[in-house]
């Protein structure tokens, strides 16, 4: 569904836009309807391939992205006018190999240099790019390769490619299979050597808004992912209304850089759609691989990016980190009196920017002076030392955690979105937070409640449809141009929405209690000693809940209480260990009614992993593998 652009947007002194509030209707009481006009002009010609060339010729001499180099880990700049050459080689490569307009290539690799090079180049030859997880297992990884014909493969790594070996006979469409690691990028840079520059020009000239630009597989909770189709428009819509309401982290001031090191996947759409804006801003862009601790913080020290992308996770993980080391050290009291006085600040100060406050008070202003260099400057340097924003999605941060890093000295802007919309449909506006909620929709976005809850999505950023080669090609996904998201959600007199959970885990007792599980779930899944929670009560008399264990916070647990490393099926049945639990269960029940809160709960001995199944790529749990995979413990809470 389209939306009309207004006539002018107003800019305020410090170079942002002058927000404009939602429209809001209402139905029976409660609002049901909540829009904000695009900030941006929709883009009429052209197509994402463009931008690696517009930034060259705007500004040859700028740095778009920083390189870490393999051999010696060292980062080194790249300027404008060296990508867009990169791009541009790597492109005739492939028309020198080839593929044809319109032919799919997939990439398989971990969130690199590479990645975002080869999403370029495919696009200037006019290729339509389909991400792989690298963690796909064998069978995912060739579903997506037959389902979306793909005539290439770019892999990370050899052992990827080697995988597919056995399945070749069965992906009778896959021609080319290309290994980053074995220098097969740069093969390609060299194979179009020959070819004239004009080639790629016309590749280019050939794409509009309309062209599909990529098939993104949703990973889905359950049954076998669906390819979404997007297209360069849905991208331009998405990106370029996000740039312009969150030109804190887009758009330098003076004597400022900004720059964004992206370490989620870029197999997903979040982090497809943070680089491309990235390259559209002209925002300094890096890339980590490694997920791991030491090899992260190693990054974010070298880099010290101004923003960073993160789900709820990592944000806990971090905290939960800072925590244990101060405990460590001694000084548990005084993080949690510093925790405390950060989330009051930050609570304070959504109410002066919401118009519901003062301010922070002067005995506020002095805790958090006196924390400062104690707590949450060594908070911000484990990041890097100028991290100053954070882009959190995936699922809801909470209200806790979002205070907390609001009055640690990091404004993190919350999103929501689907692959299906390219990336966030609602998103924290700037200066204006409402902690707790997803923000209110992205310009451009009309964002809508039916009857039974669910939120429905409509804007120019929406999927065009999804990918059915068994159905001649595109099959529409919103026909009647509203996108149903299989969320539940509220929104409040603003237009501030509230993710409450999803459509299909709904619980509903024996007793005919409806249950979110899903903000409890985040609740307790923000206790240091809970990597991930899981509530049950499907047609059950009451609500129970599993819990796996964190892992680095059980090793610190331990220590703190001289306890010895035990097998995980002993520290299973620790008495103390469960005590703590409940505590933390008797917290999270006064959030809720008598009939919402958990009963019991069983610890289990392994964390659930996407490896097992029990996760998907983005860290959603996959609950019927393990209500199945669990079922002794599961039947073990409800006893006759």
Known sequence: MSTPFPTSVAYSDDGGPVLVEPETRRLDGAVREAYVPPFARPVTHGS??????????????????????????????????????????????????????????????????????????????????????????????????????????????????????????????????????????????????????????????????????????????????KGCVLSHGNFFAEVDNAIELLYPIFKAGMNEEVSVLLFLPMSHVFGRMVAIACIRARVRLGHAPSLKSEDLLSDLAAFRPTCLLAIPYMLEKVFNTARAKAEAGGRLASFDRAASVARRYGEALEAKQTGTGSGPSTALKAGRALYDPLVYRRIRNAMGGRVRYAICGGSPLGRRMAAFYAGAGIEIFE????????????????????????????????????????????GDHVLRGYWDPAAGGVVPAAPDGWLATGDIGELDDDGYLTITGRKKEMLITAGGKSVAPAPMENWLRSHPLISQCMLLGDGRPYITALFTLDQDGITHWRQMHGKHPVPPELLVGDEELAAVLQRAVDEANKLVSRPESIRRFAILPVDFTEEAGHLTPSMKLRREAILRDFSREVEGLYPQ
């Open 48 to 225: 994402l391939a463009d931008l690696p060339f517009d930034s060259a010729a705007a500004a040859p001499d700028a740095v778009a992205l920083s390189r870490k180099l393999p051999d010696d880990g060292r980062w080194v700049d790249v300027t404008a006018a060296q990508f867009a050459a990169e791009v541009q080689a790597v492109a005739k490569g492939l028309i020198a190999e080839g593929l044809m307009p319109g032919d799919r290539i997939a990439v398989m690799a971990r969130t690199r240099y590479e990645w975002t090079l080869l999403d370029f180049a495919a696009w200037s030859a006019g290729l339509v790019t389909v991400p792989v997880y690298p963690t796909s297992s064998v069978f995912q990884t060739r579903w997506i390769l037959h389902d979306s014909g793909a005539v290439a493969l770019v892999a990370e790594t050899v052992a990827q490619a080697a995988a597919l070996g056995p399945e070749m006979e069965h992906l009778p469409d896959l021609q080319h299979v290309w290994v980053i690691e074995k220098g097969h990028v740069d093969r390609l840079a060299e194979a179009g050597a020959h070819l004239p520059d004009q080639e790629v020009a016309v590749r280019r000239g050939m794409l509009g808004p309309g062209t599909l630009a990529t098939l993104i597989y949703t990973s889905g909770t359950t049954g076998r992912p």
């Open 415 to 458: 999103g929501y979105g689907l692959t299906e919309t390219t990336g966030a449909s609602t998103v924290t506006p700037p200066l204006r937070p409402r902690l707790g909620t997803v923000g209110w929709p992205l310009p451009g976005t009309r964002v809508r409640i039916a009857a039974d809850g669910e939120i429905l999505l409509a």
